[in-house]
């Protein structure tokens, strides 16, 4: 099939884009990479009567590496964060989970904003961004807001984004020196979505007792979701009995949805098995780091 017709126009500064955004509204749809809107079009399950096409927005492009943060314009590509990324150990979730995010050719159009924005539970950047934490800069034509990732998903596809905004960048949250990562996703192949996946973050003190704790699930509900109760496990060591006891909770608390391939007791299991895995991915990364860095 192809697309029913629509007007286009290809904005050459913000202003124009957040003029265009206040215009047409919902109507409108923004064209980042056009790996996800491009196919909902061809089949025509969206229909927008307006393309804004914003690839030539040079302030939605830039990686900027600050003190607490690194910035991320809405039109970086994938591939680009990912080189980036394998860089410096401090981004390596960042760099785990860009590694399950499609196919080489998606990944060279694919824009980091787009996917975020996009908020398809199974995909992997919405997991990362919830994960990790940091704010989403969101911009109209009378200013611009920023909304923590906690905040930011709503529903399947859903976000705080209004139809006259425009998420020009996402902040991603600098993680500490000693902290450790992990992530895990079950897919029907390499660089499918996720039916269920996993991304931890796990810091712990000198005596090797667990700190801070960031788990996040995807595919298994309708946004990414942090798990909770982790505070349990704060000021002690690594315990397999108490640990497994955490994620049995985690996993027996999750209501997650099934089709006609996946039913929703096995994708259930799977997102324990892959919460379980990423967790103590993240736990041994931790430990290497306090060898690596003791006075950090």
């Known amino acids: 099939m192809k697309p029913a017709g629509f007007d286009y126009f290809r904005p050459e500064t913000l202003d124009e884009v957040l003029s265009l955004l206040d215009e047409f509204g919902a109507d409108a749809k923004i064209l980042a990479g056009g790996q996800s809107l491009v196919p909902l079009m061809n089949m025509r399950l969206a229909q927008p009567q307006v393309i804004i096409d914003i690839n030539d927005i040079a302030e939605a492009e830039d990686i900027k590496e600050g003190y607490q943060e690194l910035e991320v314009g809405a039109l970086v590509r994938q591939r680009a964060l990912s080189r980036y990324t394998g860089k410096d150990s401090t981004w390596e979730l960042l760099r785990l989970g860009l590694g399950h995010v499609g196919h080489p050719q998606t990944q060279n159009r694919g824009t980091v ?4 924005a996009h908020a398809d539970p199974s995909a992997e950047l919405p997991l990362l961004f919830l994960t990790m934490g940091g704010e989403a800069e969101i911009w109209n034509l009378h200013g611009s807001r920023k909304v923590p990732a906690e905040q930011f998903f709503q529903f399947v596809f859903s976000t705080v984004v209004q139809p006259h905004e425009f998420l020009k960048a996402i902040h991603w949250k600098r993680p500490a020196v000693q902290a450790g990562f992990g992530f895990y996703e079950f897919s029907r192949r390499r660089g499918d979505f996720a039916i269920a996946s996993a991304a931890a973050i796990v810091e712990i003190d000198r005596q090797k007792c667990l700190t801070r704790i960031r788990l996040g699930l995807g595919g298994v509900a309708s946004t990414p979701l942090l798990a909770e109760g982790v505070d349990k496990l704060y000021g002690t060591t690594w315990s397999t009995r108490e640990i497994e006891g955490w994620l049995t909770t985690v996993r027996s608390d999750l209501d997650p949805p099934e089709d006609s391939m996946v039913k929703a007791d096995f994708r259930r299991h799977l997102a324990g098995l892959a919460a379980a895995k990423a967790f103590s991915s993240a ?4 430990f290497k ?7 950090a």
Request: aromatic share 20%; no cysteine; proline share 7%.
């Open 289 to 295: 780091k306090w060898e690596e860095y003791p006075d």
């Open 113 to 116: 904003g787009g996917s975020i």
């Open 283 to 286: 736990y041994q990364s931790a």
